[in-house]
T-cell receptor
Framework: DSGVTQTPKHLITATGQRVTLRCSPRSGDLSVYWYQQSLDQGLQFLIQYYNGEERAKGNILERFSAQQFPDLHSELNLSSLELGDSALYFC???????????????FGNGTRLTVT | GEDVEQSLFLSVREGDSSVINCTYTDSSSTYLYWYKQEPGAGLQLLTYIFSNMDMKQDQRLTVLLNKKDKHLSLRIADTQTGDSAIYFC??????????FGSGTRLLVRP
């Protein structure tokens, strides 16, 4: 158990809809990262927050947004969903603002999103 | 740009050693990681190596780094059926994200 909690585990929704994925980082971790894992794109970094502030942005679509709350949990909002958004969405956390060796990323079990 | 490459598939017999290879392009990488993903689960950090090291051993796992060739390998000794999973290599630099390879699916045959 990594200590990172993601809810829900599975989500099935229709095209055009909006969903919210939730992540609670490990106790004491200040950084939260979101990754998307799909069969054709592999693991893609979406966005990182550190202590409530956006720290880095990756391949995140404009239809997607995220935030980190004062209690350090994070939410990833996906809107105007398309079939191609079907994927596993992982949250990871680390102590520091960078994923260094003494502050590695610990991953949750993911939320599997299916868009029909 | 940054890129991490791995072979897609490896099959070994139980009890043999497994060697999973990875190449990366970013010479500024400071840490290199190996993660394991079992079906239906997230990525589990197995081990990592700092870029100024050549080798790191952790029980059945041995990581070898050839910085000149930008080549990283993970050796699993006495491979067990429970080691069957997808193994991801990842590189991290002074920025804030890890770049992952596409993963190597390891199948351990009884």
């Amino acid at each position: 158990d990594s200590g990172v909690t993601q809810t829900p585990k599975h989500l099935i929704t229709a095209t055009g809809q909006r969903v919210t994925l939730r992540c609670s980082p490990r106790s004491g971790d200040l950084s939260v990262y979101w990754y998307q894992q799909s069969l054709d794109q592999g693991l893609q970094f979406l966005i990182q927050y550190y202590n409530g502030e956006e720290r880095a942005k990756g391949n995140i679509l404009e239809r997607f947004s995220a935030q980190q709350f004062p209690d350090l949990h994070s939410e990833l909002n996906l809107s105007s969903l398309e079939l191609g958004d079907s994927a596993l969405y992982f949250c990871a956390s680390s102590v520091a603002g960078t994923g260094s060796g003494n502050s590695p990323l610990h991953f949750g079990n993911g939320t599997r999103l299916t868009v029909t | 740009g940054e890129d991490v490459e791995q072979s897609l598939f490896l099959s070994v017999r139980e009890g043999d050693s497994s060697v999973i290879n990875c190449t990366y392009t970013d010479s500024s990488s400071t840490y290199l990681y190996w993660y394991k993903q079992e079906p239906g689960a997230g990525l589990q950090l197995l081990t990592y190596i700092f870029s100024n090291m050549d080798m790191k051993q952790d029980q059945r796992l041995t990581v070898l780094l050839n910085k000149k060739d930008k080549h990283l390998s993970l050796r699993i000794a006495d491979t067990q059926t429970g080691d069957s999973a997808i193994y991801f290599c990842a590189e991290g630099d002074s920025s804030y994200k890890l770049i992952f390879g596409s993963g190597t699916r390891l199948l351990v045959r009884p």
